[in-house]
């Protein structure tokens, strides 16, 4: 546990075992640590190389947009229609998972807020295959899900402008995104603000609207609205509860992102006071924005009517007879496809950058720019998101779903080490060898074991699914061949790690 990845030059306040702090490329940064003061004319820069420049307003809208996504705004219609209103207790579990992620990723982060987030803590924690493993499968998930979200904004693009290629509307896109990612870290923020700003308007409108049309039993295409409509198709589980437990894949992917602000952690100004707001805020956006919003669309409409074909939210106020909303949600649904695209750049080229830091990725990818930006990483990225805009012509969309599916083990993945990280933090500080932040995962350890025995379920349940969510579970010996031959490849090439001792935060109070 003594061992960390080289580049990262935390807790041994140095890159490469020096006595001073270097980017990437062997630059000295403007500031040499995270806890520098830089002067007016310069920009702070940990001892990663990357440049402290994400604020309080812009993390915060971070955290919220990586709660609501492409899941909520169009995949919630498909999964009522197939599970029923019990679909609300599918996102409450999942939900209350997601919480306990986030807070152990809270206290890792405290302890040590690196971009290379979670595959850093693997590597402290559980060992240097565990980082390699982790780094990967999120990377995975990521490329699975920018293939997909990155040929939806052709589509959706497609509405509106027919005549023009769905793969020509997709390239832009890709090439706009790719262009704001290269720039700086700042411009990213800036515009990830933005799309949370769009997507959380949209849901406190829809929210406000459809409570006031629960309270008034309103008419809506014949049906009345109200607390009726979770029992109108057959009950409560109207096809059974092993159904509701089989939706818990699609739900996990629904939230994945969340775990995002970690990433960020490593280029936030002052994560200790930033971090711990925006992690908090996780249960109330997830209980307000998730479950309160699938709980309104259950008690609006039956079930039945709703559609994977079209957004849930389109198909309640076309039945009030507002047939222009269809727009406006497709504008919604398109800033959540270009926003969850704009992430996947961002954190993969963070996690490719930490393994070539380790020659677990490829040499390019480890590559950073003048303007403290993990180009090599984002490229490497974008080949894979080109690669989808490619598949419009080639794939049927049977082949999206399954590549969505097998993006959401990698995110059982990515939560799984966050939580067991933590549970080995706790540990390592019971045997005095480190200090527990005052920011805790709270109800440890048993809360993490049993979010742990929650995603395993979560996995198991995909075995007995029909369609893309089985063949992704019998693509998991598949996929642990090949990070199994990936770790052996790449072994013998990793420099070896000078031993430190763990980092010392300051003293805190608290159990």
């Given amino acids: 546990m003594g061992q960390v990845s080289l580049g990262f030059g935390i807790g041994a306040g140095d890159h490469e075992g020096g006595s001073r702090c270097h980017t990437q490329d062997g630059r000295e940064p403007l500031v040499g640590s995270s806890t520098g003061t830089p002067r007016n004319d310069q920009v702070e820069v940990d001892s990663e190389g990357y440049s402290k420049a994400l604020g309080n307003r812009q993390v915060q809208m971070i955290a919220i947009g990586g709660a609501i996504g492409v899941g909520l705004f169009l995949g919630a219609g498909g999964r009522l229609h197939d599970t029923g209103p019990a679909l609300v207790l599918s996102y409450a579990l999942c939900g209350a998972a997601a919480f306990f992620v986030m807070r152990a990723l809270g206290e890792l982060v405290l302890y040590r ?57 997709a390239l832009i896109a890709l090439v706009a995104l790719l262009t704001i990612n290269l720039v700086s870290v700042k411009l990213f923020g800036e515009l990830e603000f933005w799309f949370s700003v769009i997507k959380v308007t949209a849901i406190i409108v829809f929210l406000f609207v459809g409570v006031g049309l629960v309270l008034t039993s309103a008419n809506i295409g014949g049906h ?79 079930s039945l009517l709703y559609s994977s074909d079209a957004s849930p939210f389109v198909t309640v106020f076309s039945a009030l007879g507002i047939p222009w909303v269809a727009d406006v949600m497709n504008a919604i649904v398109l800033t959540a496809a270009l926003s969850s695209c704009n992430s996947g750049l961002y954190s993969t080229g963070r996690v490719l950058r930490s393994l070539a830091d380790k020659r677990e990725a490829p040499k390019f990818a480890g590559k950073m720019s003048k303007q403290h930006v993990p180009y090599g990483g984002i490229l490497f990225t974008s080949v894979i998101y080109l690669a989808g805009v490619g598949l419009n012509y080639f794939v049927p969309k049977e082949a999206f779903d399954i590549v969505t599916a097998i993006a959401s083990l990698g995110v059982v993945a990515t939560w799984a080490t966050l939580v067991f990280c933590q549970m080995r933090l706790r540990k390592a500080a019971l045997r005095g060898e480190l200090e527990r932040p005052s920011y805790r995962m709270p109800g440890a350890p048993y809360t993490g074991w049993l979010t742990l025995g929650f995603l395993a379920l979560v996995v198991v349940m995909m075995g007995f699914a029909g369609g893309a969510e089985r063949i992704a579970f019998y693509s998991i010996p598949g996929i642990a061949v090949v990070i199994f031959i990936g770790w052996k490849l790449v072994k013998s090439r990793r420099p070896e790690a000078p031993e430190i001792t763990l980092r010392q935060p300051a003293p805190v109070s608290g159990d």
Avoid: C
């Avoid at 159904?243 to 739900?251: D, N, P, R, S």
């Avoid at 100004?269 to 669309?297: D, M, Q, T």
């Fill in 113 to 169: 807020p690196t971009s290379g987030s979670f595959v850093t803590y693997a590597r402290e924690f559980i060992g240097p295959w565990a980082g390699f493993t982790s780094g990967w499968m999120y990377w995975l998930n990521w490329a699975m899900t920018g293939i997909a979200e990155i040929t939806a904004v052709g589509i959706y693009v497609h509405r509106w402008l027919p005549d023009v290629p769905q793969w020509v509307t």
């Fill in 224 to 302: 009345t609205a109200g607390v009726a409509n979770l029992t109108a198709d057959g009950g409560f589980f109207p096809h059974g509860v092993g159904v509701t437990l089989i939706a818990l894949q699609a739900v996990i992917f629904a939230y994945s992102a969340i775990e995002l602000v970690g990433i960020a952690a490593g280029e936030t100004k002052s994560p200790e006071k930033v971090l711990p707001k925006a992690i908090n805020g996780v249960i109330y956006r997830i209980g307000i924005f998730y479950v309160g919003s699938v709980l309104l669309l259950a008690m609006l409409l039956p």
